[in-house]
């Protein structure tokens, strides 16, 4: 939600008014954008992980302008899409390199 909203005010906001009247007037766009962004973000984490860090933390530091439902509608649904392609594509690497460790003891 944090990186739509600068990406849709195009600078730092007090009132929002774009980001929110873009989920009113253009929710299918929003929505392509907020999974596009999951999906990169997503992407960038498991570099990260793959280059050695051990932690990583998400923000979504403007997520507290919505009521608890929109939370829900618009944010949510995108830090669980991060999540859930970490753990599908790490877990992918750690079986092909538990294979790789088993072929090469063979």
């Given at each position: ?66 009521t608890?439902?929109?939370w ?19 877990k ?15």
């Open positions: 939600w944090t990186l739509a909203t600068y990406i849709i005010e195009g600078k730092s906001t007090r009132t929002y008014t774009g980001i929110k009247r873009m989920c009113y007037q253009s929710p299918l766009i929003l929505r392509s954008l907020l999974s596009h962004l999951a999906q990169e973000i997503a992407n960038y984490m498991i570099y990260q992980i793959e280059q050695g860090a051990q932690c990583i933390q998400i923000f979504d530091s403007w997520g507290g302008q919505l608890p439902e929109q829900d509608y618009w944010s949510k649904p995108y830090i669980q899409q991060v999540i859930f392609r970490i753990i599908v594509v790490m992918e690497i750690k079986e092909n390199m538990q294979l790789n460790s088993f072929d090469a003891s063979i």
